[in-house]
């Protein structure tokens, strides 16, 4: 397709598992963004990664939050030992180049944490 | 501490009436707004924009109104229709940073037929 595409868009896993998220941005933009939305809030800024470059890592809530970029396209998140507080919406998005004020989004992935 | 601020958890309009959603931001680093559109279990979706050197832009139905000076933004729609019921979202961005978006709760929108 031609959007954002996000995988799985719901994932229930008990707490204390691995859970890993997908997203293939849209072919041809080089920023990707990973966002996350928690139940009644706004969407939080995780982390975001642009062509080559080293990632911006400053919104990532803890140490057991991480994410991959390979090959400049599809980005793995990767939350170790859930707790209950990671269950939100995470939700990827993709842009031309960093700066690109318009980001467009998949649509996202539901995370539980029983 | 927030920096985008949208005080109206929800809104209920009458359909072919005007609806008014509020944001007010905090950083004055701001450079440009957005507006996004959320349906259930959808992706936020691009709506309108503004740059900060402008007061107005208009697309449509819809149209962003920014007020540095009280680093105030709305987004008007006229005429409101029943698809427009949705949540939406202001978002600003400083174009010194690298890109990501600072986005406010949101507003639940309902236009009743």
């Known amino acids: 397709g031609a959007g954002v595409s996000q995988s799985p868009s719901n994932k229930v896993t008990e707490k204390g598992k691995d859970v890993e998220l997908r997203c293939d941005p849209i072919s041809g933009h080089t920023a990707l963004y990973w966002y996350r939305q928690s139940l009644g809030q706004g969407l939080e800024f995780l982390i975001y990664?642009?062509?080559?470059?080293?990632?911006?890592k400053s919104g990532l809530p803890s140490d057991r939050f991480s994410a991959e970029r390979t090959g400049g396209s599809v980005s793995t998140l990767t939350i170790q030992r859930t707790q209950q507080e990671d269950s939100a919406v995470y939700l990827c998005a993709s842009s031309l180049k960093t700066g690109e004020v318009t980001q467009h989004f998949g649509d996202g992935t539901r995370l539980s944490i029983l | 501490d927030q920096q985008v601020k949208q005080n109206s958890p929800s809104l209920s309009v009458q359909e072919g009436r005007i609806s008014i959603l509020n944001c007010d931001y905090t950083?004055?680093?701001?450079?440009?707004f957005l507006w996004y559109k959320k349906y259930p279990a959808e992706g936020p979706t691009f709506l309108i924009s503004?740059?900060?050197?402008?007061d107005k832009n208009e697309d449509g139905r819809f149209t962003v109104f920014l007020n540095k000076s009280a680093k105030h933004l709305s987004l008007h729609i006229v005429p409101s229709q029943p698809g427009d019921s949705a949540v939406y979202f202001c978002a600003a961005i400083d174009g010194g940073s690298q890109g990501n978006l600072i986005f406010g709760k949101g507003t639940k929108l309902s236009v009743k037929p």
């Open positions: 990664f642009q062509g080559n470059s080293a990632p911006d």
């Open positions: 950083n004055s680093m701001f450079d440009y």
């Open positions: 503004i740059s900060s050197i402008k």
